[in-house]
């Protein structure tokens, strides 16, 4: 059974930095690449990053690039996201995702709350 | 490329037919997917491709549409179905429809 579970999330001040992992398991990870989706409450979903599957490419929605960082360690199994200089804006629930051009499973999310 | 969803929110009854649109601002061809997020839920996909049923999914869901326009329809509407639902689209980077929040009459 694919399971991603999300770690890391909480409360930051602005211009602070925060970092989220995602445990994967149930396939092969370094065989797929992965992706990062927020949803800020009570809004729609937003594509923030994705990696390959051998951490050679990344990209990056343009509100986040260079100021987060999308990374993976394939022997952990394990996705991150560098989140640095937040915003109240970047208040969201942060989900891992599978990807393959579409999300075919997601993590249960992680809160990250940027305020003062 | 801006993705437009239709309608906003939408109210059925148990047994209905209902039809939620999503509208490219350029082609897309089949590069579309469709989600169902269910309160306190994360997403769970439903179609991708434009049409493709993911594993596991009801038969009662199906997508389709091509170039800009595109749809979701669910048959027989049941009560787990209440949820929202979202569109997807990967022809460049992916972009999300605002979404459709589906409640029972």
């Known amino acids: 059974e694919v399971q991603l579970v999300e770690s890391g999330g909480g409360l930051v001040q602005p211009g602070r930095s925060m970092k989220l992992s995602c445990a994967a398991s149930g396939f092969t990870f370094n065989n797929y690449d992965m992706a990062w989706v927020c949803q800020a409450p009570k809004k729609g979903l937003e594509w923030v990053a994705t990696?390959?599957?051998?951490?050679?490419?990344?990209y990056y929605r343009d509100s986040v690039k260079g100021r987060f960082t999308i990374s993976r360690d394939n022997a952990k199994s394990t996705l991150y996201l560098q989140m640095d200089s937040l915003r109240s804006e970047d208040t969201a629930t942060y989900y891992c995702?599978?990807?393959?051009?579409?999300?075919?499973?997601w993590g249960q999310g992680v809160m990250v709350t940027v305020s003062s | 490329i801006q993705m437009t969803q239709s309608p906003a929110s939408l109210s059925a009854s148990l047994g209905e037919t209902i039809t939620i649109e999503c509208r490219a601002s350029?082609?897309?061809?089949?590069?579309l997917a469709w989600y169902q997020q269910k309160p306190g839920n994360s997403p769970h996909l439903l179609i991708y491709d434009g049409s493709k049923l993911a594993d596991g999914v009801p038969s009662r869901f199906s997508g389709s549409g091509s170039g800009t326009q595109h749809s979701l329809k669910i048959n027989s509407l049941q009560s787990e179905d209440v949820a929202s639902y979202f569109c997807?689209?990967?022809?460049?980077?992916?972009?999300f429809g605002a979404g459709t929040k589906l409640e029972l009459k």
């Open positions: 350029e082609d897309i061809y089949s590069n």
């Open positions: 995702a599978r990807y393959l051009y579409y999300f075919d499973y």
């Open positions: 990696i390959s599957y051998d951490g050679s490419t990344t």
């Open positions: 997807q689209q990967y022809n460049i980077y992916n972009t």
